[in-house]
């Protein structure tokens, strides 16, 4: 019997994304290819220290010991090593007890493009140009930004921020916003306040997480004492009137969240010091780039404020998900 992938919520991670690989980046950068084999090889008893997106991911795999009986999570290392060489980092997925048993090594190509191979809803990556090339070929993938944050161990539930504008929904609000001004974007979004925007790079993921949080949503609320392991937040910048298309959004896709900020402008690092997120999504460099300081961060390279400025009026980028609508 086939393993039933296309039933799971797949993320597929890179090994730049899951662990620190600054000193073997530095080996490869500085000496060359010949160099880093060996050093890895050299070192692949060597357990790596956690990266950006592993509080994120140790989370999210824990979610299938609250769902035992079909464990809808699945996390895959996609890697531009090949398997000789990749040995260190499968390792250090051992020690570190993450429950990570499938992967694809490449050997220098684009590992991004077997992300619908695994059925993966969100690819994460530490290479920009990975990640950037993967969304203009309509996949959902995000680079992680370098940060500082100190992951609690003894904090188990698993928060997930999302902006919403280019992430979660397509970029067609910011290209008013961008091209015509901000009383342009108001009053298109006030006239169509009852219509559902199109996909984003981030919708599919939004979905899966959110049937996993409507499972615990009606767990809180069947057992007594019982507190969710998942929480989730939209960060935006905007604020009212244009708020209205957002809920029409949401309705329309049957999802719930936790926590909304309308922040219409405001530093967005104010409210996420204090949500906590264990990945926050924005497509602009300049909320990710800020907020990685204080969060694991992500930017997802998609729409016009990623443009090149020759580049603004070209077409944008169609996701596979529109192709059939904005299911």
């Given at each position: 019997m086939s393993y039933p992938i296309e039933q799971k919520l797949v993320v597929a991670v890179a090994s730049s994304a899951l662990?620190?690989?600054?000193?073997?980046?530095?080996?490869?950068?500085?000496?060359?290819?010949?160099?880093?084999?060996?050093?890895?090889?050299?070192?692949?008893?060597?357990?790596?220290?956690?990266?950006?997106?592993?509080?994120?991911?140790?989370?999210?795999?824990?979610?299938?010991?609250?769902?035992?009986?079909?464990?809808?999570?699945?996390?895959?290392?996609?890697?531009?090593?090949?398997?000789?060489?990749?040995?260190?980092?499968?390792?250090?997925?051992?020690?570190?007890?993450?429950?990570?048993?499938?992967?694809?090594?490449?050997r220098g190509a684009d590992p991004f493009r077997y992300v619908d191979s695994f059925n993966a809803c969100l690819f994460l990556s530490a290479n920009e140009e990975n990640a950037r090339e993967a969304v203009m070929r309509?996949?959902?993938?995000?680079?992680?930004?370098?940060?500082?944050?100190?992951?609690?161990?003894?904090?188990?539930?698993?928060?997930?921020?999302?902006?919403?504008?280019?992430?979660?929904?397509?970029?067609?609000?910011?290209?008013?916003?961008?091209?015509?001004?901000?009383?342009?974007?108001?009053?298109?979004?006030?006239?169509?306040?009852?219509?559902?925007?199109?996909?984003?790079?981030?919708?599919?993921?939004?979905?899966?997480?959110?049937?996993?949080?409507?499972?615990?949503?009606?767990?809180?609320?069947?057992?007594?004492?019982?507190?969710?392991?998942?929480?989730?937040?939209?960060?935006?910048?905007?604020?009212?009137?244009?708020?209205?298309?957002?809920?029409?959004?949401?309705?329309?896709?049957?999802?719930?969240?936790?926590?909304?900020?309308?922040?219409?402008?405001?530093?967005?690092?104010?409210?996420?010091?204090?949500?906590?997120?264990?990945?926050?999504?924005?497509?602009?460099?300049?909320?990710?780039?800020?907020?990685?300081?204080?969060?694991?961060?992500?930017?997802?390279?998609?729409?016009?404020?990623?443009?090149?400025?020759?580049?603004?009026?070209?077409?944008?980028?169609?996701?596979?998900?529109?192709?059939?609508?904005?299911?």
């Open positions: 662990f620190d690989l600054s000193e073997s980046d530095a080996v490869y950068c500085q000496e060359g290819l010949a160099a880093y084999r060996a050093y890895q090889r050299e070192r692949e008893d060597d357990v790596l220290g956690p990266g950006v997106a592993f509080p994120f991911v140790r989370r999210l795999l824990g979610l299938n010991e609250l769902i035992p009986d079909d464990r809808p999570v699945e996390v895959v290392l996609l890697s531009q090593n090949d398997a000789d060489t990749g040995l260190r980092v499968m390792n250090s997925i051992e020690n570190h007890s993450l429950p990570i048993t499938r992967a694809a090594f490449v309509g996949l959902p993938a995000g680079c992680v930004l370098a940060s500082t944050y100190f992951d609690d161990p003894e904090d188990t539930e698993l928060r997930i921020a999302f902006d919403f504008d280019g992430v979660v929904v397509d970029d067609e609000a910011e290209r008013v916003f961008q091209i015509e001004g901000l009383e342009a974007f108001q009053n298109s979004e006030v006239a169509h306040s009852l219509e559902p925007h199109n996909p984003g790079p981030m919708k599919r993921l939004f979905q899966e997480i959110g049937r996993i949080h409507q499972r615990e949503i009606e767990r809180e609320a069947s057992e007594p004492g019982y507190r969710s392991a998942v929480r989730v937040a939209i960060v935006t910048s905007r604020n009212a009137p244009a708020h209205k298309r957002l809920v029409t959004t949401l309705r329309d896709w049957g999802i719930e969240i936790d926590e909304t900020f309308f922040l219409g402008g405001m530093d967005k690092n104010r409210v996420l010091e204090v949500f906590k997120p264990h990945l926050f999504f924005d497509d602009q460099l300049g909320h990710a780039g800020p907020a990685s300081g204080v969060v694991p961060s992500v930017h997802v390279p998609f729409g016009i404020v990623n443009a090149k400025p020759s580049s603004s009026n070209e077409p944008r980028v169609t996701l596979r998900s529109e192709v059939h609508g904005r299911g």
